[in-house]
């Protein structure tokens, strides 16, 4: 449609990857030793998280995800090259398959302390690595609404995420573990609806003024509208293998917002649905992966995952020339082929037993 400007559609990537001792496998609580070299040649793009045995890095805004590719490409090969020089691994799961969190260090800080304090166990246990997509908006009143309508999507891109079979040394039966490790945090999953922007920010008024959050970073949503940047932030995946599949589930994220402003501008919206119908949805993707079924609420019954994936695929067809995220997204056949991050990892338990 002539006039509908694409390009605020920037994109952010930020991605949480384990550090491994090379000769037992094993996490490695490192003191961030790979945060602080990494520093002096990447400077804020890689930070400590909450345990030692986790790094995060985040791109700059992209401007599309071509950029983003090459940002994350080259983000996963100097943090890779500094943890070598260290004598250590860095890999990129959404839980370590074999690791207990008993034996991992919490990160000195005092918004870590502090967590811990209040959270206990919940926090301590919280040992997984994800990937947080974050898609630039003009205003705060689109990022709401397109954050409404956005949920409906969360699980089919979650099911293509899946890449978090094992915890502690058992395998779990899901294909994303992960989320069940992170469903003991409060203010986690698919967030309710609000009817304005407006709406949203009393809610996070009353959870201050109450003490149940100093600020709306502790909403831990699967997606939300970013309390600091002018960003709808996906929250919901594993972090993936490969660079590939990262930068594919960014472009659909983006396309699903680019396809919801197109919607909004011809004065269309997309159904709403509850919460609870759609934590149905991310139930079976957790549990299934791209392997089960979906529910279609529209048809009221349950749909192949990868048919929906593909319809999907159709309905934000039409924007994704303007996004110029055409190679990103056909990516998402070959996914569908050679299964998610969890399929491979079965696979290789599977053939070697180990």
Same mark, same amino acid.
């Given at each position: 449609?002539?006039?509908?400007?694409?390009?605020?559609?920037?994109?952010?990537?930020?991605?949480?990857?384990?550090? %491994?001792?090379?000769?037992?496998?094993?996490?490695?609580?490192?003191?961030?030793?790979?945060?602080?070299? *990494?520093?002096?040649?990447?400077?804020?793009?890689?930070?400590?998280?909450?345990?030692?045995?986790?790094?995060?890095?985040?791109?700059? %805004?992209?401007?599309?995800?071509?950029?983003?590719?090459?940002?994350?490409?080259?983000?996963?090969?100097?943090?890779?090259?500094?943890?070598?020089?260290?004598?250590?691994?860095?890999?990129?799961?959404?839980? =370590?398959?074999?690791?207990?969190?008993?034996?991992?260090? /919490?990160?000195?800080?005092?918004?870590?302390?502090? /967590?811990?304090?209040?959270?206990?166990?919940?926090?301590?246990?919280? &040992?997984?690595? *994800?990937?947080?997509?974050?898609?630039?908006?003009?205003? +705060?009143?689109? #990022?709401?609404? %397109?954050?409404?309508?956005?949920?409906?999507? &969360?699980?089919?891109?979650?099911?293509?995420?899946?890449?978090?079979?094992?915890?502690?040394? +058992?395998?779990?039966?899901?294909?994303?573990?992960?989320?069940?490790?992170?469903?003991?945090?409060?203010?986690?999953?698919?967030?309710?609806?609000?009817?304005?922007?407006?709406?949203?920010?009393?809610?996070?008024?009353? $959870?201050?003024?109450?003490?149940?959050?100093?600020?709306?970073?502790?909403?831990?949503?699967?997606?939300?509208? =970013?309390?600091?940047?002018?960003?709808?932030?996906?929250? /919901?995946?594993?972090?993936?293998?490969?660079?590939?599949?990262? %930068?594919?589930?960014?472009? $659909?994220?983006?396309?699903?917002? !680019?396809? &919801?402003?197109? &919607?909004?501008?011809?004065?269309?919206?997309?159904?709403?649905?509850?919460? #609870?119908?759609?934590?149905?949805?991310?139930? +079976?993707?957790?549990?299934? !992966?791209?392997? *089960?079924?979906?529910?279609?609420?529209?048809?009221?019954?349950?749909?192949?995952?990868?048919?929906?994936?593909?319809?999907?695929?159709?309905?934000?067809?039409?924007?994704?020339?303007?996004?110029?995220?055409?190679?990103? /997204?056909?990516?998402?056949?070959?996914?569908?082929?050679?299964?998610?991050?969890?399929?491979?990892?079965?696979?290789?338990?599977?053939?070697?037993?180990?």
């Amino acid at each position: 449609m002539a006039g509908l400007d694409y390009k605020k559609f920037t994109v952010g990537v930020e991605e949480e990857y384990m550090v %491994i001792d090379p000769l037992t496998r094993e996490l490695k609580s490192h003191e961030q030793k790979i945060v602080q070299e *990494g520093q002096k040649i990447i400077m804020d793009k890689v930070k400590a998280e909450m345990h030692q045995a986790v790094v995060e890095v985040g791109t700059d %805004i992209c401007a599309d995800v071509d950029e983003a590719f090459m940002d994350v490409a080259t983000l996963r090969k100097t943090i890779s090259g500094i943890a070598d020089e260290l004598g250590l691994w860095v890999g990129a799961s959404g839980t =370590h398959p074999f690791s207990h969190w008993e034996s991992q260090l /919490i990160t000195e800080h005092i918004r870590y302390n502090e /967590i811990v304090n209040e959270l206990q166990e919940a926090a301590r246990s919280n &040992l997984i690595f *994800g990937l947080h997509v974050h898609v630039g908006m003009e205003t +705060r009143e689109m #990022a709401i609404h %397109i954050a409404n309508s956005a949920r409906y999507f &969360l699980p089919h891109i979650f099911a293509l995420s899946t890449n978090s079979p094992f915890w502690e040394g +058992r395998l779990t039966g899901y294909k994303s573990f992960r989320t069940k490790v992170f469903d003991k945090f409060p203010r986690t999953g698919i967030p309710d609806y609000f009817e304005s922007i407006e709406a949203y920010d009393n809610y996070i008024k009353l $959870l201050v003024k109450t003490n149940c959050i100093d600020n709306a970073k502790k909403i831990w949503w699967d997606l939300r509208v =970013h309390p600091f940047f002018n960003t709808v932030e996906f929250r /919901i995946c594993d972090i993936p293998m490969t660079v590939q599949e990262t %930068i594919t589930i960014t472009a $659909l994220f983006q396309a699903i917002c !680019g396809k &919801l402003y197109k &919607l909004h501008s011809q004065n269309l919206n997309f159904q709403m649905y509850s919460r #609870a119908l759609l934590n149905e949805n991310k139930w +079976r993707a957790s549990r299934y !992966g791209i392997d *089960g079924t979906l529910i279609d609420f529209g048809k009221e019954s349950e749909v192949n995952t990868r048919v929906l994936i593909y319809e999907l695929l159709d309905f934000v067809d039409d924007v994704i020339p303007h996004l110029g995220s055409q190679h990103a /997204i056909s990516h998402v056949h070959k996914m569908l082929e050679q299964g998610t991050g969890a399929d491979r990892q079965l696979k290789v338990f599977e053939e070697t037993k180990s």
